[in-house]
Nanobody, 116 residues
Framework: QVQLVESGGGLVQSGGSLRLSCAASGFTLDSAALGWFRQAPGKEREGIACISNNDGSTYYADFAKGRAHITRDNDEETVSLQMTSLTPEDTALYYC?????????WGQGTQVTVAS
């Protein structure tokens, strides 16, 4: 069965940090572009960061620049996201994504709630 499984969400105090991980099963991630997205209640899903499959180059959304860091481990088939300086506005369901051309896989998401 092909799936992505996120972990590491939970309740975080404002000003704190998070570390999310996403593990793949049923397929390999080393040839995929990988990314993290989030969706807050009543809002559209938005991209946070992505990392390429060839040279490991990264891209960050403006709100994530300077406080997010995406990494991948092709041996462990995982992609991780660290974010610091969290505020209640970072409360959302966080998803990982694996993309090969027009093919996308999504995880089920992990909830992050930032308490004020």
């Amino acid at each position: 069965q092909v799936q992505l499984v996120e972990s590491g969400g939970g309740l975080v105090q404002s000003g704190g940090s998070l570390r999310l991980s996403c593990a793949a099963s049923g397929f390999t991630l080393d040839s995929a572009a990988l990314g993290w997205f989030r969706q807050a209640p009543g809002k559209e899903r938005e991209g946070i960061a992505c990392i390429s499959n060839n040279d490991g180059s990264t891209y960050y959304a403006d709100f994530a620049k300077g406080r997010a860091h995406i990494t991948r481990d092709n041996d462990e088939e995982t992609v991780s996201l660290q974010m610091t300086s969290l505020t209640p506005e970072d409360t959302a369901l966080y998803y990982c994504n694996a993309k090969w051309g027009s093919v996308n896989y999504w995880g089920q998401g992990t909830q992050v709630t930032v308490a004020s």
